[in-house]
């Protein structure tokens, strides 16, 4: 390991690491920030697809982890600092005392996202999903029960968002994805590929404990509150999750879950 102790929370070569919060807000040109051993443990994994460019830890933290950062290349500097300095860094109390910067993977095409895909294949995409947490949440899901990627309209927020990754358990950094999309074309991309494609929406007739399983599937998920605009809708197969109690519909990233369980259980 290249291991650097910090002293001088203004030291320049930490400034990737500097103000997190702000920088959460402005973007990091292809780069992210995680935090956490559960990320960390990810980021270092055989599944991963992104590389790590460097460490900040604090100092206590740096024997438990020698292994794990063993996994980077030997030239991935490793910076060390007390707690007060680690916190003045941040911008706040960082009282997991580990971040890792790391390069995103590069952007594919939706076409390159589903050609190597099998005739099985699930995939979640995503329409107008602003909420970090409901992000993480999706992704989580999307890990959890085996997708094969995740598609992310242009309304989508970023999934390397700090709080996105760590809610998703790091899957965020493990999952295919396309992003970036048209909601429109999208669907359009994903029927000529072969998928069928299903609509999650609360109006629509067809409870989705019905919909028999198999081939190529695509879930389609709204934003909360609004839903999916009829422009989508209409090009799906619209399904809903039935419910009782007066509520019409559940947060997005829980009828994620329930949609994957239901299309990727295979008894």
Do not use: W
Not at 18 to 41: H, K, M, P, S, Y
Not at 194 to 220: H, K, N, Q, W, Y
């Amino acid at each position: 390991m290249a291991l650097i102790r910090i002293n001088d929370p203004d030291d320049p070569r930490i400034g990737g690491f500097r103000d997190i919060r702000e920088r959460d807000l402005t973007g990091r040109q292809g780069l992210f920030v995680a935090e956490g051993e559960v990320v960390l443990n990810v980021l270092m994994s055989d599944r991963s697809l992104c590389r790590p460019i460097a460490f900040l830890l604090d100092e206590k933290r740096l024997e438990g982890l020698s292994a794990v950062l063993g996994r980077a290349a030997d030239d991935t500097p490793v910076y060390v600092a007390s707690q007060s300095v680690l916190d003045s860094i941040a911008g706040f109390h960082l009282h997991r005392g580990i971040l890792a910067l790391g390069e995103k993977p590069p952007v594919r095409s939706l076409e390159a996202c589903l050609a190597e895909m099998g005739s099985e294949a699930v995939v979640v995409a995503a329409c107008g999903t602003g909420n970090h947490d409901n992000m993480g949440g999706i992704f989580r899901n999307a890990a959890a029960f085996g997708a094969d990627a995740v598609l992310l309209d242009s309304q989508c927020c970023d999934p390397f968002y700090r709080k996105a990754i760590r809610v998703s358990v790091g899957a965020v950094l493990r999952t295919p994805m396309a992003t970036g999309l048209d909601a429109v074309t999208m669907v359009e991309g994903l029927k000529a590929a072969g998928f069928e494609v299903f609509a999650l929406t609360p109006g629509a007739s067809e409870p989705l404990d019905r919909v028999p399983r198999g081939g190529r599937v695509a879930i389609v998920l709204g934003p909360e509150g609004p839903g999916l605009v009829p422009a989508v809708i209409q090009r799906c197969r619209p399904v809903r999750i039935p419910m009782s109690g007066g509520f019409d519909s559940l947060n997005v990233s829980v009828a994620s879950g329930i949609a994957l369980h239901h299309f990727t259980r295979r008894v």
